[in-house]
C-alpha cells in the first residue's frame, strides 16, 4: 500500500457519511424515531428525547463500504482485515437489535441483558475459533512473562470482546464523546499498525477515521443524531480485535483509559452501593458525576478528549518512540 493511496480510506468513508447521515437523519425525524432516556438517567438530559439515533448505522455502512473497495483496490484481503470487520458488523448487529426493539416499542429496553450477553458471548466465540482456526499467535505476555496456552489466550480474548464493547457503550452518554475518543483511540492504532507495516490493520484504522470525523460534524454538542448501540458496540469490539491482532491487547488499558476508567466507575458504584447502601459517585458513568458536580456537558467531553490524546500520545512516546 503506497503512501499516496493512505488517504483514500479516511476520504472514502468520511464522504459517505458526511452524504448519506442528514437524508438518515431526516428519515428518522419524519417517522418520529428518537432516543429513549432512562428513568434513572440524569434529569437534565429530558430535552435530548426525541433526537434521532442509530447514527451508527451510516458510518458502518461507510466503513464496510470502503473496506470492501479499498481492500481490493490495494489487494489487502487477509485474515486479519477479515476478522476485524466480522466482529464490527457483528458487535453493530448486536447494537442494531438493541435499538430497533427500543424505538419499535418506544422503550428504553431493547434486548434484554442476558439475550444481548449471549449474542456477544456467541461473538466472541466465532473471532477466537477463526483466531484458532488461522494459527495466528496464541502468546499472551503478562509482565516478564509469556504464556503460551490456547485455552487461556482464547478465554481471554472472548473477555478482551465483550469487554471493550461493554466499555465503549457504557462511555456513550454524552454528545460527541464517544466519537472523538474513538477517532483518537484508531488514530493511535492508525500509527501502531503504520509502524508495523500491518497494512491491513492500518486501512482499516483509517476507515474508521475517516468516518468518525464524518460523523462528529452531526454528534458534536447539540447533536442532531446518536450513534446508538448500534455504533458503540461496533466501534469497542472493533478496537479490542485490533489490539490483539497486533500483537500489544494491553495496550488498549492506556490508549483506551478512558473506557476502562467509565466502566470500573459503574463497577466501583454498583459493588459499593451492594455493600454498603452508600454511593462513591454522584452517578455513574463517571461522566455524569462530573455533570452534577456543575461540568458543562462540553467540558466534560473536551476534557475526556483531552486525557484520550494525552493517554495515546504517552503510549506512543514511551513504548514506540
Given amino acids: 500500500m503506497e503512501n499516496v493511496n493512505f488517504l483514500w480510506p479516511l476520504v472514502s468513508s468520511f464522504l459517505i457519511v458526511v452524504l448519506l447521515m442528514p437524508l438518515f437523519i431526516k428519515m428518522m425525524l419524519s417517522h418520529k424515531e428518537g432516543q429513549q432516556i432512562r428513568e434513572e438517567g440524569p434529569k437534565w438530559q429530558v430535552y435530548k428525547a426525541g433526537t434521532p439515533t442509530m447514527g451508527g448505522v451510516i458510518f458502518l455502512i461507510a466503513i464496510m463500504a470502503t473496506i470492501i473497495w479499498t481492500g481490493s483496490y490495494n489487494d489487502l484481503y487477509t485474515i486479519v482485515l477479515l476478522l476485524i470487520s466480522l466482529m464490527l458488523f457483528l458487535f453493530g448487529l448486536i447494537g442494531f437489535l438493541d435499538d430497533f426493539i427500543k424505538l419499535k416499542n418506544n422503550r428504553?429496553?431493547?434486548?434484554?441483558?442476558?439475550?444481548?450477553?449471549l449474542l456477544q458471548l456467541l461473538f466472541a466465540v466465532v473471532f477466537a475459533a477463526?483466531?484458532?482456526?488461522?494459527?495466528?499467535?496464541?502468546?499472551?505476555q503478562i509482565g516478564p512473562w509469556i504464556l503460551h496456552s490456547t485455552i487461556i489466550f482464547v478465554f481471554f480474548i472472548?473477555?478482551?470482546?465483550?469487554g471493550f464493547s461493554n466499555a465503549v457503550n457504557l462511555t456513550d452518554g454524552l454528545d460527541g464523546l464517544v466519537c472523538g475518543l474513538s477517532l483518537i483511540a484508531y488514530a493511535t492504532y492508525a500509527y501502531l499498525a503504520y509502524v508495523q507495516q500491518n497494512n491491513d490493520i492500518l486501512l482499516i484504522c483509517l476507515t474508521v477515521c475517516g468516518a468518525m470525523l464524518g460523523f462528529i460534524i452531526f454528534n458534536h454538542k447539540p447533536a442532531k443524531i446518536f450513534m446508538g448501540d448500534v455504533g458503540s458496540l461496533a466501534l469497542g469490539a472493533g478496537l479490542a480485535a485490533i489490539a490483539i491482532l497486533l500483537g500489544n491487547p494491553w495496550s488498549l488499558l492506556w490508549i483506551g483509559i478512558v473506557f476502562v476508567v467509565e466502566t470500573a466507575s459503574v463497577i466501583i458504584q454498583v459493588s459499593v452501593f451492594?455493600?454498603?447502601?452508600?454511593?462513591?459517585?454522584?452517578m455513574s458513568p463517571i461522566h455524569h458525576h462530573f455533570e452534577m458536580s456543575g461540568w458543562s456537558e462540553w467540558k466534560v467531553v473536551t476534557t475526556f478528549w483531552l486525557v484520550g490524546l494525552l493517554a495515546s500520545i504517552s503510549y506512543l512516546l514511551i513504548f514506540v518512540g
Fill in 274 to 282: 451492594k455493600a454498603t447502601g452508600k454511593r462513591v459517585f454522584k
Fill in 108 to 117: 428504553n429496553l431493547g434486548l434484554y441483558a442476558w439475550q444481548k450477553s
Fill in 158 to 162: 472472548m473477555f478482551w470482546l465483550i
Fill in 130 to 140: 477463526l483466531y484458532y482456526y488461522n494459527h495466528l499467535p496464541i502468546d499472551l
